[in-house]
């Protein structure tokens, strides 16, 4: 954990400006960068680091936290309004034990938050430039002229040439068909034997690319497909040949904290899109029905609901449908929690992560599991990403349909859940399906 005397506070400065293109403002940046946006949350772009927090091991959650209090303790901050106040972003690995000597998650460690330099805030008719300063030189001076000379640079950023999509020449898959049909079988038996009740099992693609990844060209590409899914890019170090990446597009909220309402969801349980409207609807009405998925996602749903009890004085379950996204459809059901006390949302966040939709339950026995069956590392992959301020209000989304990227290779990753009666062959294919997203950007 790196340590912060206490001199180390933040000092903030921000200012309404006339919104540069997103996709201008993202090839601009400077690493490490960051790029978030979330369906009816601000769109933010984050350029270097004004300070950067990691930690590691199973208190990692409580230790970005503590952390993240003492920068913000005495914090010298206007940012004039909401949008523009200063945010960490980053994300944390899914398991707690996580070597960063291992490719490809060699530059992200087991949790990292990063309080941008220089963040660009979009809200729906306008937009804010914040610059944050930490340390002894970070005077409201200094910070000040920094954000009128930024101010002045967005205003002429030049536009940005399209950049051609890299081709996918090699792929590889962590796991033969027959190796994932000897674990899907596997854990169905541990099933019926009333070890597990569901565990979700992974796959990792690894593609190598004709030429180095653009990671802001997909990003802005995947705002057209997946508009109401949570997108996200994260450039952890300034490493200007490999510059490695995570990115994403997810539909899975895991949290989002807003004085003492907590909203959260459960989306557990898969079909395809069909090539007519009616073929989807006859699609999603199978989905409804099928006994295998519904029984898949209230697993999702009560454990949820079991998780966030000790905090909730009230939790609201909506309805269970369809959530329809471009290449698959899935079953999702709203939760909404009221809490009897302020809590931090990484509070919350380290009580939900991981649900069911993601690790399994047991939870223990099947995390464990996953660590024995998985020959990849998972990394930030079905993991906690989001950010929080400092009132530890936040927002964190589950960080699936994503890959991790260094150079010309790029590492995608998708799961399924297994319940008793799941087919090895029906579960391979799906995990076909959940690499569209971030295929079809590749390819
Ligand atoms: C683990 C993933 O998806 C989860 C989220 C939605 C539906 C799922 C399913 O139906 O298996 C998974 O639980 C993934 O996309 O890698």
């Given at each position: 954990?790196?340590?912060?005397?206490?001199?180390?506070?933040?000092?903030?400065?921000?200012?309404?400006?006339?919104?540069?293109?997103?996709?201008?403002?993202?090839?601009?940046?400077?690493?490490?960068?960051?790029?978030?946006?979330?369906?009816?949350?601000?769109?933010?772009?984050?350029?270097?680091?004004?300070?950067?927090?990691?930690?590691?091991?199973?208190?990692?959650?409580?230790?970005?936290?503590?952390?993240?209090?003492?920068?913000?303790?005495?914090?010298?901050?206007?940012?004039?309004?909401?949008?523009?106040?200063?945010?960490?972003?980053?994300?944390?690995?899914?398991?707690?034990?996580?070597?960063?000597?291992?490719?490809?998650?060699?530059?992200?460690?087991?949790?990292?938050?990063?309080?941008?330099?220089?963040?660009?805030?979009?809200?729906?008719?306008?937009?804010?430039?914040?610059?944050?300063?930490?340390?002894?030189?970070?005077?409201?001076?200094?910070?000040?002229?920094?954000?009128?000379?930024?101010?002045?640079?967005?205003?002429?950023?030049?536009?940005?040439?399209?950049?051609?999509?890299?081709?996918?020449?090699?792929?590889?898959r962590t796991t033969t068909k027959e190796a994932w049909r000897a674990s899907v079988t596997d854990a169905t038996d541990r099933i019926a034997a009333g070890e597990l009740r569901k565990i979700v099992l992974a796959v990792a693609l690894r593609a190598r690319l004709d030429g180095p990844l653009a990671a802001h060209e997909v990003t802005a590409r995947l705002a057209d497909t997946y508009p109401d899914c949570y997108r996200f890019l994260f450039e952890p170090t300034g490493d200007a040949e490999l510059t490695p990446a995570f990115i994403g597009a997810t539909p899975e909220r895991l949290a989002t904290l807003r004085g003492r309402t907590l909203a959260t969801g459960a989306l557990a349980g898969t079909t395809g899109r069909g090539d007519t409207p009616a073929e989807d609807e006859w699609l999603a009405d199978e989905l409804r029905r099928d006994e295998k998925n519904v029984h898949e996602h209230d697993i999702v749903v009560d454990a949820i609901r079991d998780q966030l009890s000790p905090f909730a004085a009230s939790i609201s379950t909506g309805e269970r449908d369809v959530r329809r996204l471009a290449t698959v459809q899935h079953l999702e059901t709203p939760i909404t929690a009221t809490l009897s006390d302020d809590e931090h949302v990484l509070t919350l966040v380290e009580a939900l992560h991981p649900t069911p939709a993601v690790g399994g339950l047991p939870p223990d026995r099947a995390l464990a599991t996953i660590r024995d069956t998985e020959s990849f590392d998972r990394g930030w992959y079905a993991a906690p990403v989001g950010w929080f301020d400092a009132a530890g209000h936040g927002s964190f989304a589950v960080a699936i349909r994503s890959a991790v990227t260094a150079g010309d290779t790029a590492t995608l990753f998708a799961g399924v859940g297994i319940v008793e009666d799941s087919d090895p062959d029906a579960e391979w294919d799906e995990v076909q399906l959940k690499y569209r997203p971030m295929l079809d950007e590749l390819e």
């Open positions: 954990m790196k340590s912060l005397g206490d001199e180390m506070r933040v000092v903030s400065r921000a200012r309404q400006i006339s919104a540069p293109p997103a996709r201008a403002a993202l090839a601009d940046a400077a690493t490490p960068r960051l790029f978030w946006s979330g369906d009816g949350e601000e769109t933010v772009i984050g350029s270097g680091a004004a300070v950067t927090l990691t930690a590691g091991g199973e208190d990692r959650f409580g230790d970005v936290r503590a952390a993240a209090d003492r920068l913000f303790a005495e914090g010298d901050v206007h940012a004039g309004t909401e949008a523009a106040r200063p945010r960490l972003f980053g994300g944390f690995t899914f398991h707690d034990e996580h070597d960063t000597d291992e490719k490809p998650w060699g530059a992200f460690p087991s949790a990292q938050f990063v309080l941008p330099r220089r963040q660009v805030t979009y809200t729906d008719d306008a937009a804010w430039l914040t610059v944050n300063g930490v340390g002894p030189d970070a005077t409201a001076e200094l910070v000040s002229d920094e954000l009128d000379a930024t101010a002045a640079k967005l205003g002429n950023l030049p536009t940005p040439e399209t950049m051609r999509a890299s081709n996918v020449v090699e792929r590889e």
